[in-house]
């Protein structure tokens, strides 16, 4: 167990060197001067050297590398060309945003995934079965985004039962949670019928081994095998996948939040792109990269309380 552990440590730390050594090179290699571009044509050669002093572009690229990570290991992830604020305080303020709605996306997707993989392999060969593979399918095949659009489109403008975008702010709970319910549908779709098939896949593998077909021999109905005995041993490619998920809602969600105009974390890297606004699309690429590893880390441990034969290794 101690070597397990000790070896996704290692793998995790080299994972976000590698990933911090790659982010900044991308994005330093990208043809364009920040500080040009931010004062316009008419900007003299004298003004915009001085931008760049001033946010520190005229440094080497390796002492600009190591004053970036210092900072972030520090908690100073710079100051926004644009915003001319701490990055770290807009980013905060999005979390409470894009934070909330992948959790949501999450345990929406997870609350339909579940009994539809569960109903599906139990009932394999049947109509039922045929129907939710057809749905996940469509699930599938559905963009995310033209989804999202469509949900407007009949809640918004046509029942105007919810607004057609934008964010309440928590000062209302309830406001808040509504103006983030079509964007979580919408993101929730495509990784229900993703969970959904895994998980009936798993338990379909999982059904056929001799344990399942001895504890139906002692007398065991085919739900109660698969409540005792199928379903945890089948939730090891589920976990992955609801790991993988949640790194998706959380660090892909830019189409979405534009779409629905939430001030959001993939806004504000979209926002930072277009405004070539460096150390905000470096900082929340990075950080956006470490919640991924992190969260694919607490996954691997989650694979060890649910696997205890990985405990051995």
Do not use: C
């Amino acid at each position: 167990m101690l070597r397990y552990l000790l070896g996704r440590f290692t793998s995790l730390g080299l994972s976000l060197l590698v990933a911090s050594l790659v982010i900044f090179a991308v994005i330093e290699v990208i043809p364009g001067d920040p500080a040009a571009f931010m004062l316009g044509l008419n900007a003299t050669d004298e003004t915009v050297a001085n931008l760049r002093a001033e946010l520190g572009l005229d440094g080497s690229v390796v002492s600009r590398y190591f004053d970036w990570i210092g900072g972030m290991l520090t908690g100073d992830f710079g100051t926004s060309y644009t915003y001319r604020v701490p990055v770290a305080e807009l980013v905060v303020d999005r979390m409470w945003v894009s934070l909330p709605l992948a959790l949501y996306a999450l345990i929406l997707s997870t609350v339909v995934a579940f009994p539809l993989g569960v109903i599906a392999a139990s009932m394999r060969g049947t109509a039922a079965e045929v129907g939710i593979m057809g749905l996940t399918q469509l699930g599938l095949a559905v963009p995310n985004f033209w989804f999202g659009m469509l949900l407007v489109l009949v809640f918004a403008v046509s029942l105007q039962w919810v607004s057609a975008g934008g964010f309440a702010g928590w000062d209302d709970p309830w406001a808040a949670i509504v103006s983030l319910t079509l964007p979580a549908i919408s993101l929730a779709v495509p990784q229900a019928a993703i969970l959904a098939r895994v998980m009936r896949s798993a338990l379909v593998e999982t059904l056929g081994q001799d344990y399942i077909r001895t504890a139906r021999a002692k007398g065991l109905t085919r739900r109660q095998a698969v409540l005792r005995h199928a379903l945890r041993n089948a939730l090891i490619p589920v976990l992955t996948i609801l790991a993988l998920q949640f790194s998706f809602l959380l660090a892909g969600s830019i189409v979405i939040e534009n779409v629905f105009f939430l001030p959001g974390i993939g806004r504000l890297l979209f926002q930072g792109i277009t405004q070539r606004d460096l150390i905000v699309v470096e900082s929340v690429t990075m950080l956006l990269v470490v919640a991924v590893i992190a969260i694919t880390f607490l996954a691997d441990i989650a694979y060890v309380i649910a696997d205890p034969r990985l405990r051995r290794r």
